[in-house]
Structures are given as C-alpha cells and as structure tokens.
C-alpha cells in the first residue's frame, strides 16, 4: 500500500497563514479533524472525507518546525494518535479501493489512472525509493517482495518497470490483493503476482529486496515483531526498505525508530521535506 494521504493541496494552501499558527493553534485543529473524522459512519472517498483529510495533510505539512515539539508532545495529541493512524489508515484503504475498482471498470484503464489526483505523489514517493535502491544493489535485484501492497499497487508497477526486477505483492487482505491484481493486469502488468499472506507467516528468505509498507505494523510493538521476523528469515545481504515517517508526519503514519531494526545494517535514511509523507529507511540483512 502506498501513501495516498499526501497532498496536491500545496499550492491552494496560504502558507504566510501557516506559519502564524500557534502549536496550541495546531493541536486543537487535529483534535478537531479527529474528531469529525471519527463521527463518519464510513471513510469511502467524498467531499466531506476529502475534505477532511486534505486539511490534516494540510497542517501535518505546513507547521512551523518550532511548533512540532509541542504538538507532538501534547496530552491530547498523543493519545488520539493511535486512533488518528487508523483513521487514516482506513481512509487510504478506501480511497485506492474507490480507485482501483474505477481504473479496472474504465474504458482505457491508463487514461482512468491518469486522472488519479495523487498519481503525481505515488511517483515522486516511488522515484525517491527506487534512488535509494539503485545506489546500494551491487548489482540488479532478481526478486523483490512488496509486503503490504494493497488495492493499488502503484508502487510496485513503479518498481516492477525502472529497475527490471521481478514482484511479488503480499497482502493479507483478501479484498485489496484482489483488487489490486486486477489493477495490474488492467494496467498490462501480467507478470506480477500477487500472493494473500501474513508478513509473520512469509518465507522471505529467497528475496533480494523487500520493502514494508507504512502500514504494515500499526504500532510500534506490531513493527517490532513484524522487523524481528524479518531480522531472522530474511537472506543475509538482502536489502530492506522500511517506510516511516518523521515531526507531525507520525500523525499520518507510524514512525520506526532504528532500533527496532536490530538484526540489521543501517544504510541511509531519507526524510522528504516536500509533499511527500513518507521517510524511508534502507538496511541490509545481517547473517
């Protein structure tokens, strides 16, 4: 699954109005999206949901730097976080199913994704990753495994095509593998497959890259277990590329602090500083 969350709202924001804003300004905000967010009988895309949704990225994004400590470390705030990534965890899901399924139904499928108004953010997210890859394969990967790609594998086409390499989605749910393979072959990409599994029950070891998706994990227990099973099954060498997310950005998606990849070398870290939410982490695999 990818980050569907980020926002081509940038440029409809008043950022001179941003930057006056106080934490307490930013914290009863987000308390009050959460809050309206949590009162919806469902997430599927809408003007009411949309709109939720782009003022949160909207201020996520646009927050002073001198104010993140604060909000971050507000009472309320963190308690409602937990809740917050769910939310939006749920309303990512239903938002690439909406699109996935309109996209297959679609006359010409291409011209369908093309009106994807998040296509450009998928790019630039994917386009960051696979630099971080290309830099530290000594040589061309023969397999990657795409653990929680979701309804609409955008990600993995992105890979699949700019580094030659074969894919393997796995998903647990049933519903968004689904759909996301019907995306990929209404998209022309018949070759990759798409496997329903538990990243705790995979056998990964026969991958030369893996890459976690954000929401794999919703906790920071659940990504432990999850980066511990990785530690031990995973080939020695092998690349892992970890999404993760930094400042007020851990309101959208959970952060992975380096410590939960002991088991693992450390190789960069990238932090965007634009529209993209997503950090990303690359390790390799000890033995």
Known sequence: ????????????????????????????????????????????????VDGLFARLVGLVLTAPAETVPAVLNDVEIQELAPRLRALCGRGEGELELAWANRIVAGPVPRDELARFPYLGNYRQLSRM???????????????????????????????????????DNLDRDPVALAAGARVAAALGYDALCFREVDVLDADLSGYDVVVLAALVGET??????????????????????????????????PLVEPTA????????????????????????AGG
Do not use: C, W
Request: hydrophobic content about 45%; cysteine-free.
């Open 1 to 48: 699954m990818n980050m569907s969350l980020t926002s081509n709202i940038i440029g409809q924001t008043d950022l001179t109005d941003r930057r006056r804003l106080t934490a307490d300004d930013i914290t009863a905000s987000v308390s009050d999206v959460y809050r309206e967010l949590a009162g919806l009988d469902d997430l599927r895309p809408g003007p009411e």
């Open 129 to 167: 990753e696979i630099g971080i890859l290309a830099s530290a394969l000594p040589r061309r990967a023969r397999s990657l495994a795409f653990v929680g790609s979701g309804p609409l594998p955008l990600s993995s086409l992105h890979l699949a095509g700019d580094l030659d390499v074969h894919v």
């Open 220 to 253: 920071a227990e659940a990504k432990r277990r999850i980066l511990g099973r990785l530690a031990r099954t995973m080939r020695p060498g092998a690349l892992l590329l970890v999404r993760s997310a930094r400042g007020l950005r851990t309101l959208l998606y």
């Open 261 to 284: 990849l002991d088991g693992f070398e450390i190789l960069a870290e990238v932090h965007p500083v634009n529209d993209v939410i997503n950090s990303a982490i690359l390790a390799r």
